[in-house]
């Protein structure tokens, strides 16, 4: 009779904790991601994608999921997105912002929400990138999630609506931090 007693002790104890671990797992929030097609990178003053990605993690808190592709690379970005299986935040900066009007035809093309896209310090200096953007936010994207920093080289002036990038340094390159503080609250 004890041994009975004691495996049925056991029994139900191994039920708690299934029930505990699978209560945990459900309640464990999925990390967000966040996709970032960045701007250039190819000389020395310039930073790498992998640097501008932690640029973005450090503003985030390390609390999403951050992937990178190179300004070259919207393409590769928009499948990405494509073959996703759930919402994620998009970040366009500065010579990546010239596929914001692909990206956003993507995000729609999908059914997901072009509040969780944002276009960082775009280089509206080129006609062709300001075209892109205008008909980004004319498919959805906010123009208050478009950052602009000082000068036109950085979207100043382009966008009535558009966010000034907090002062924060190194100049350009830090707005990445600041659209990760952005998508953190």
Not at 38 to 66: A, C, H, P, Y
Not at 80 to 86: D, G, L, P, V
Request: aromatic share 8%; net charge negative.
């Amino acid at each position: 009779m004890p041994n009975k007693t004691i495996f049925t002790f056991l029994l139900a104890t191994l039920i708690i904790l299934i029930f505990l671990l699978a209560l945990k797992i459900k309640l464990q929030p999925s990390v967000e991601e966040i996709f970032l097609l960045g701007g250039l990178d190819e000389s020395s003053s310039q930073l790498s994608i992998n640097e501008q990605k932690q640029l973005l993690i450090d503003g985030s808190d390390n609390l999403f999921n951050v992937k990178g592709w190179r300004y070259t690379e919207g393409t590769e970005i928009s499948s990405a997105i494509t073959s996703s299986k759930k919402e994620m935040y998009v970040v366009l900066f500065s010579a990546g912002c010239s596929d914001s009007e692909m990206i956003a035809q993507t995000l729609t093309s999908k059914g997901y929400n072009l509040n969780k896209m944002f276009i960082v310090e775009p280089y509206t200096e080129s006609n062709n990138v300001l075209l892109s953007i205008t008909n980004a936010v004319d498919l959805g994207v906010p123009q208050e999630n478009i950052l602009v920093g000082n000068t036109i080289a950085t979207g100043y002036g382009s966008f009535a609506d558009s966010t000034p990038t907090p002062n924060c340094s190194p100049s350009h390159w830090c707005s990445l931090t600041e659209v990760g503080k952005i998508i953190l609250n």
